[in-house]
């Protein structure tokens, strides 16, 4: 009786198990659209390092579209970057980006 219990589990189980791995393990390709970034930040060597780091994920125009910002939030949105999202950026780099933000979009 026991034998014919377990059996009886052991094909359900597998029956269970090849109906969920089918509709569980369906993978899908995804096209991205990224946007047109060959443009760099104007300013010579005060946009160095904002070119240098953050071009890498956001083109010219969607970083001077953003609201104006005062400084701390400009420097909040940085560490954003870094610490959430993991952007490589050295923390030598983070004063001059903030300073370039703050003078283009820094907001009084």
Known sequence: MLKNVLSIALIAGAALVSVGAQDALQLK????DWPAGDSLFTGGAAADAINN??????STDMVLNQVALPKAAWEAEVRKMINVYKAPVDEADVA??????????GAN
């Open 29 to 32: 390709s995804v096209n991205v």
């Open 53 to 58: 780091n953050c071009l890498a994920c956001h």
């Open 96 to 105: 001059p980006i903030v300073a370039y933000l703050v003078q283009t979009k």
